[in-house]
T-cell receptor
Framework: QKEVEQDPGPLSVPEGAIVSLNCTYS??????FMWYRQYSRKGPELLMY????GNKEDGRFTAQVDKSSKYISLFIRDSQPSDSATYLC?????????????FGKGTHLIIQP | NAGVMQNPRHLVRRRGQEARLRCSPM?????VYWYRQLPEEGLKFMVY????????ESGMPKERFSAEFPKEGPSILRIQQVVRGDSAAYFC????????????FGQGTRLTVV
C-alpha cells in the first residue's frame, strides 16, 4: 500500500461545477497537508496548507482534513477553464523545515468551457 | 521578487556522462529540497539541505547521486554516469527557515538521457 493514494483521473467537469479532489494516506504521523497545482511542464504551485484536522477556505478553494479517516479533500467552487491542471496532495509529519514532503501522484483535472 | 531559479531547464546527456543541475532558492530562503518526478509518477523526495549541510538524504539513490548547498552559490544536484532510467524532471523547492510546509518550487530541469 502506497503512503499516499490519489486517483490520477482525468476528471472532466463543465465550467462552473464544484470540483472535489481527494487523497487517502496510511501514515498516521502526517500532520501537515498541502495541495499543489501543477500546469503542464511547470513546477508545482502551493494552493493550500492545513495543519491537522479541520477546514480551511481561501477564495474558491476549500481544503478539508479528516485525520480519523486519513482522508483529505480539496474543493473548487465555480470552476473555470484556467483551473485545468494536475492537482497534487502532499503531506509531512514534521513542520519546521524538518523533512521533505510525501506526494500523491496527482489528479489531472479538465474544466470544459 | 524572483522565485526559485533552476537551470538548465532542459538537459540532454549521453549514457555515462555527468549531469549537474543547479538551484538558486528564493531570497531569504535557507532550506532547499530536491524532488524527482518520473513519467506518470508523483514527486519523490530526494534530499533536504541547509547551507553547507545535508539534513536528510533518505530519498537519494545510494550511488551516483550527490547534492550540495555551499555557503555561496546555488545548490547543485550531481548525477554521475547517467543511465536512461535517470530521465525525469528534477524539481528544487526552497522554504524559509522553520517552514518546510510552505515550500515554493522552481520550474524544474528536464533531464533526458540518450
Amino acid at each position: 500500500q502506497k503512503e499516499v493514494e490519489q486517483d490520477p483521473g482525468p476528471l472532466s467537469v463543465p465550467e462552473g461545477a464544484i470540483v472535489s479532489l481527494n487523497c487517502t494516506y496510511s501514515n498516521s504521523a502526517f500532520q501537515y497537508f498541502m495541495w499543489y497545482r501543477q500546469y503542464s511542464r511547470k513546477g508545482p504551485e502551493l494552493l493550500m496548507y492545513t495543519y491537522s484536522s479541520g477546514n480551511k477556505e481561501d477564495g474558491r478553494f476549500t481544503a478539508q482534513v479528516d485525520k480519523s479517516s486519513k482522508y483529505i479533500s480539496l474543493f473548487i467552487r465555480d470552476s473555470q477553464p484556467s483551473d485545468s491542471a494536475t492537482y497534487l496532495c502532499a503531506m509531512s509529519a514534521r513542520g519546521g523545515g524538518a523533512d521533505g514532503l510525501t506526494f500523491g501522484k496527482g489528479t489531472h483535472l479538465i474544466i470544459q468551457p | 521578487n524572483a522565485g526559485v531559479m533552476q537551470n538548465p531547464r532542459h538537459l540532454v546527456r549521453r549514457r555515462g556522462q555527468e549531469a549537474r543541475l543547479r538551484c538558486s532558492p528564493m531570497k531569504g530562503h535557507s532550506h532547499v529540497y530536491w524532488y524527482r518526478q518520473l513519467p506518470e509518477e508523483g514527486l519523490k523526495f530526494m534530499v533536504y539541505l541547509q547551507k553547507e549541510n545535508i539534513i536528510d538524504e533518505s530519498g537519494m539513490p545510494k550511488e551516483r547521486f550527490s547534492a550540495e548547498f555551499p555557503k555561496e552559490g546555488p545548490s547543485i544536484l550531481r548525477i554521475q554516469q547517467v543511465v536512461r532510467g535517470d530521465s525525469a524532471a528534477y524539481f528544487c523547492a526552497s522554504s524559509p527557515e522553520q517552514s518546510n510546509t510552505e515550500a515554493f518550487f522552481g520550474q524544474g530541469t528536464r533531464l533526458t538521457v540518450v
